[in-house]
DNA sequence: CTAGGAGCTGGAGCCGACTCCAGGTCAACC
DNA sequence: GGTTGACCTGGAGTCGGCTCCAGCTCCTAG
């Protein structure tokens, strides 16, 4: 009595993770969902909070690049329980050489467009001045 | 008097960007390049070290995510010189917003991720310490 | 009872960014 | 002068990751 879950639509799922419905129907073709999906009696997908968990980790290992195969192999082990673990700490640790790598590579590039944006902004500013004091008055 | 500029072929280039040179032919159809490639008179391709340079930044761009169109577009208002500044800032600009949004969300993954590991870290040290113990021996 | 909206399926389509193919040219060395 | 090996071209193919389509079934509200 009142510990009846309540069950979600493949509609609020979508909201809720920000997927789309079309991807949320592709995930789980592709395995990317720790349990099967239940369906209600009309054949439609019913979701719990924990699909959602699991989604919204979904979500962030694919945002930060993690190909699909990993995530599909990642959500295996889950699946798979018990003794997996240390495959499942390894295909992290690779995804976090992967993420760091990431970082390096846009330390690199925010380090190149600060510098950039400091000359064309420092251009700028000379051409106002310039026009200010009639330098280069009216062009 | 040793100022003959020597010249790289493509397959040069392809070494020192670490692009292929499919890629390198590709970008060029694609106008990602400052200026226009020289030719040899057997109609080689003839770059030279600003082409490097500016490939080089190209990489970097790319490297962070930013679309084709978008560093064609940069690259056009390069070509173009004066007066472009502003808008070269505003495209630098943009693109650093989206870097900086990728770095949230790689360190949000990495947050996640580090957590993960400690969890199965944990779960692996427990097993050795129960199977050394005897708590679980023999499996 | 009917109109609308959300869901269902299998399969096709799309997009970005390469990547490769076939068939040919050219320069250099043996 | 023949054989490599790097280069050339236009166009086709690939890959990952969605995204959409057609044609159907439900459920609910009016």
């Known amino acids: 009595m009142s510990g009846v879950v309540p069950g979600l639509s493949i509609g609020e799922v979508a909201e809720r993770t920000g997927l789309s419905v079309h991807t949320l129907r592709f995930y789980e073709r592709e395995g990317i969902l720790a349990n099967p999906v239940r369906r209600d009696p009309g054949g439609r997908r019913v979701y719990h909070e924990d699909d959602v968990d699991w989604l919204t980790v979904c979500v962030i290992l694919r945002g ?5 195969p990993a995530v599909r192999r990642y959500t295996e082990l889950v699946r798979a329980g018990g003794g997996t673990e240390a495959e499942r700490l390894a295909l992290l640790q690779e995804h976090r050489g992967r993420v760091m790598d990431q970082m390096d590579q846009l330390q690199k590039c925010l380090d190149l467009i600060n510098f950039k944006v400091g000359v064309y902004e420092d ?4 051409l106002a001045v310039s026009s200010a004091t009639g330098t280069d008055a009216g062009r």
Request: aromatic fraction near 0%; charged fraction near 10%.
């Open 64 to 68: 930060s690049g993690m190909p699909l």
């Open 123 to 126: 251009a700028l500013d000379q």
